[in-house]
T-cell receptor
Framework: SQTIHQWPATLVQPVGSPLSLECTVE??????LYWYRQAAGRGLQLLFY??????ISSEVPQNLSASRPQDRQFILSSKKLLLSDSGFYLC???????????FGQGTRLTVV | EDQVTQSPEALRLQEGESSSLNCSYT??????LFWYRQDPGKGPEFLFT???AGEEKEKERLKATLTKKESFLHITAPKPEDSATYLC?????????????FGTGTRLKVLA
């Protein structure tokens, strides 16, 4: 069966510090990978998606970047965090050509 | 513009009191409609995928239905453990196969 791991679960970082959130998927190959941000009372906002190694598409211009160094690894980064980067970040995957996506447990990021 | 609207925003039910959650969508072409359950501080858990009008899916006390303009999540004789936020999402043929459009969810509270 397939599993998705996302860490850390919670993170408190000072403004201006760097960020690295990691997500890995097991039990499948060549998945589509996604990073979402969820704000309270709002829907999930797609930040980045990737259909293969080194292929990243950005949906919203912002202070964040994503990378996919390996087939089942997806990383969300920032060089300098802003207060507005606080939120709940979710990694997800889907099979190529399939429809439903499966989510990790999320990372609660608080920038102070 | 592709859009998903969920109602009500919040719902309180007594244990055993059946009800329905609504998801209205506007898309140029529907590739799939998805229901998720999200517990506080956790990632969304996949429940159902519906592809075409008239389709129905069931899982325990939950039943999802789909028409050309909306989907309903029927909860029969709910229990306190059904308390969660229920998210609806669509994937449109015109938005690319990688984009999911999420509603803001319905927060369900089932009282014992």
């Amino acid at each position: 069966s397939q599993t998705i791991h996302q860490w850390p679960a919670t993170l408190v970082q000072p403004v201006g510090s760097p960020l690295s959130l990691e997500c890995t998927v097991e039990g499948t190959s060549n998945p589509n990978l996604y990073w979402y941000r969820q704000a309270a009372g709002r829907g999930l906002q797609l930040l980045f998606y990737s259909v293969g190694i080194g292929q990243i598409s950005s949906e919203v211009p912002q202070n964040l970047s994503a990378s996919r160094p390996q087939d089942r690894q997806f990383i969300l980064s920032s060089k300098k965090l802003l207060l507005s980067d606080s939120g709940f970040y979710l990694c997800a995957w889907s099979r190529q050509g399939a429809t439903e996506a499966f989510f990790g447990q999320g990372t609660r990021l608080t920038v102070v | 513009e592709d859009q998903v609207t969920q109602s009500p925003e919040a719902l309180r039910l007594q244990e055993g009191e059946s009800s329905s959650l609504n998801c209205s969508y506007t898309v140029s072409g529907l590739r799939g409609l998805f229901w998720y359950r999200q517990d506080p501080g956790k990632g969304p858990e996949f429940l159902f995928t519906l592809y075409s009008a008239g389709e129905e899916k069931e899982k325990e006390r939950l039943k999802a239905t789909l028409t050309k303009k909306e989907s309903f999540l029927h909860i029969t004789a709910p229990k306190p453990e059904d308390s969660a936020t229920y998210l609806c999402a669509v994937q449109a043929t015109t938005s690319g196969t990688y984009k999911y459009i999420f509603g803001t969810g319905t927060r369900l509270k089932v009282l014992a």
